[in-house]
């Protein structure tokens, strides 16, 4: 089974952008679709991306969709969220998950696997 670990948060301005990276340790990874959760202070913890095994296919929450990108790459054992034109309301700790065998989704329940998280704080 992988291992998630989450790097790229940070604190920007409204407007800016940041990369969220996800490296999965052990040689299982393109078994797994991956999936980006954020939770906000004070809120459930929500589903932001998610993405396909193979990476051909992806699906986002209304709330960034046109604004963020997740991609992977299968080599590197990573799952990136690009995060552009970031919002005060995206404040959130961000977590990655991972469904082996799964095709991608927006439910929790559907991930076995999650990483610690990591903050990012938009600034107005």
């Known amino acids: 089974q992988v291992q998630l670990v989450e790097s790229g948060g940070g604190l920007v301005q409204a407007g800016g952008s940041l990369r969220l990276s996800c490296a999965a340790s052990?040689?299982?990874?393109?078994?797994?679709?991956m999936g980006w959760f954020r939770q906000a202070p004070g809120k459930e913890r929500e589903f932001v991306a998610t993405?396909?095994?193979?990476?051909?296919?992806?699906y986002y929450a209304d709330s960034v969709k046109g604004r963020f990108t997740i991609a992977r790459d299968n080599v590197k054992n990573t799952v990136y969220l690009q995060m552009n034109t970031l919002k005060p309301e995206d404040t959130a700790v961000y977590y990655c998950?991972?469904?082996?065998?799964?095709?991608?989704?927006?439910?929790?329940?559907?991930?076995?696997?999650w990483g610690q998280g990591t903050q990012v704080t938009v600034s107005s």
């Open positions: 052990g040689r299982t990874f393109s078994y797994y679709a």
């Open positions: 993405i396909s095994r193979g990476g051909d296919s992806t």
């Open positions: 998950a991972g469904a082996m065998y799964g095709s991608g989704s927006r439910w929790e329940s559907d991930y076995d696997r």
